[in-house]
Structure formats: structure tokens, C-alpha cells
């Protein structure tokens, strides 16, 4: 039976966490990563627009499928609709399987690949943001509403993904249903209470996910 041949880009990505796994991520160059893909520099230029977007490779594709997901909702499917989208991104994931935990790894020890997470999380929030605050119309207090509730619906993917990236949950599926009924249960579907949820700068994940549970339960 005969096989696709990989694409030059699938080759790229491939060969890239390869040698970031090994070497480390300011070790290998452009260079490295073109040569051990059997292309030259020019074509990995073609594909990515630096070192650090190799990391996130289907970022702009996962970004594309949320709003494909959110656009198809409405105010009445709210809850649905969040919860799907979201899913997405950790399907995606956790079916990476080890490539998923070399980033976390990279991630937690390069400071640029940090801020490049950042920025990643703020787009898939901004996108969440946008959905909820048109699917609430009238409600003066749409724009905050929606972003709080963004905020927790990126945070309760965050905290399930890194804690299957860390062995401590076997099955994110079910980890992560039980975190968004955690988020969506005290949420009402109409206008109604609003949680704030206060935490410090630089809070770790881990702290900001509890505090949005704490909150959400009325603790």
C-alpha cells in the first residue's frame, strides 16, 4: 500500500520539535531545521514567519475552526456552542500526544515561546469575547459579561490541558466536562449576576482556574 509523502511543511514542524527536543530551542537555528527537512532556508520562510511559529503550527487553523464553531451559535445554544469550540483546541492537543508535551516543556523554559502563549491565549479570548458579548443583545453590561466569561472558559481549557500534559489527568475529556459545567453553572444564559474574579498578576494557571471555581461556586 502506498503512502502520502509528507509535505514540506508537515517535514518542517517535524523535524523542528525533533531538534528542540534534543538540542534545545536557542541551540538549533533556521538552518537546522530547513536541513534536517531536506529543504532550504527559503522554503521554511515560505511556510513560517520565524523560529517561534513552528512551535504553534495550526494556530491560525484552530483559530479559524473556534470562529467557524461560535459563528454557528447563538444566544440560546450559548453554553453548547463555548463548550464545543473549546474542546476543539484541546482535541487538537491532546491528540498531538508527545508533540503537545515538548512545547509545554519549551513553553515553561524559553521566555520568548512564553510570550508567544500569551499572545496565542489573548486571540482565542478576544474570539470567545466577541461571541458572547453579540449573542447578548440589549444587556448593557454585554462587553464585560462576555469577557469574564471568555476568561473563564480559556482558563478552564488551560487548566485541564496542562494538567494532562503534566500525567496528572487520564482522561481530558471528562476532566474537562466537569470544568466547564464548573464555569457555566452559576453563568446564566441570559442577562443576569455577573462573577468578578480577582487575582493577582502573574498568578499561575493552576491559581487563576481555582479562583475562578471558588468564585463561580460563591465561596
Known amino acids: 500500500m502506498s503512502t502520502v509523502p509528507a509535505s514540506a511543511r508537515d517535514r518542517l514542524v517535524a523535524a523542528a520539535f525533533d531538534?528542540?527536543?534534543v538540542r534545545g530551542f536557542d541551540e538549533t537555528?533556521?538552518?537546522d531545521i530547513a536541513r534536517a527537512a531536506g529543504v532550504g532556508r527559503t522554503t521554511f520562510f515560505r511556510h513560517f514567519g520565524?523560529?517561534?511559529?513552528?512551535?504553534?503550527?495550526?494556530?491560525?487553523?484552530l483559530?479559524?475552526?473556534i470562529a467557524a464553531r461560535l459563528d454557528a451559535g447563538?444566544?440560546?445554544?450559548?453554553?453548547?456552542?463555548?463548550?464545543?469550540?473549546?474542546?476543539l483546541v484541546l482535541r487538537y492537543y491532546v491528540g498531538e500526544g508527545d508533540r503537545?508535551?515538548?512545547?509545554?516543556?519549551?513553553?515553561s523554559s524559553v521566555p520568548v515561546l512564553k510570550t508567544r502563549e500569551i499572545a496565542?491565549?489573548?486571540?482565542?479570548q478576544s474570539l470567545f469575547a466577541r461571541a458572547l458579548s453579540g449573542w447578548a443583545d440589549g444587556d448593557p453590561d454585554a462587553v464585560l459579561r462576555a469577557e469574564l466569561l471568555a476568561s473563564a472558559v480559556v482558563t478552564a481549557h488551560n487548566h485541564v490541558l496542562r494538567r494532562w500534559l503534566r500525567g496528572e489527568v487520564d482522561d481530558p475529556e471528562d476532566a474537562f466536562g466537569h470544568a466547564m459545567s464548573v464555569v457555566l453553572e452559576r453563568v446564566p444564559?441570559?442577562?443576569g449576576e455577573t462573577t468578578v474574579v480577582i487575582v493577582r498578576t502573574g498568578s499561575a494557571p493552576d491559581q487563576v482556574a481555582a479562583a475562578v471555581q471558588r468564585a463561580l461556586r460563591g465561596q
Open 189 to 191: 444564559q441570559d442577562a
Open 120 to 124: 496565542s491565549i489573548r486571540q482565542y
Open 74 to 87: 447563538d444566544a440560546d445554544s450559548r453554553d453548547a456552542a463555548v463548550t464545543e469550540a473549546a474542546r
Open 100 to 107: 503537545a508535551r515538548i512545547r509545554y516543556r519549551l513553553i
Open 29 to 31: 537555528t533556521v538552518d
Open 19 to 21: 531538534l528542540f527536543d
Open 63 to 65: 483559530l479559524a475552526r
Open 50 to 61: 520565524s523560529k517561534e511559529s513552528v512551535i504553534f503550527p495550526e494556530h491560525d487553523d
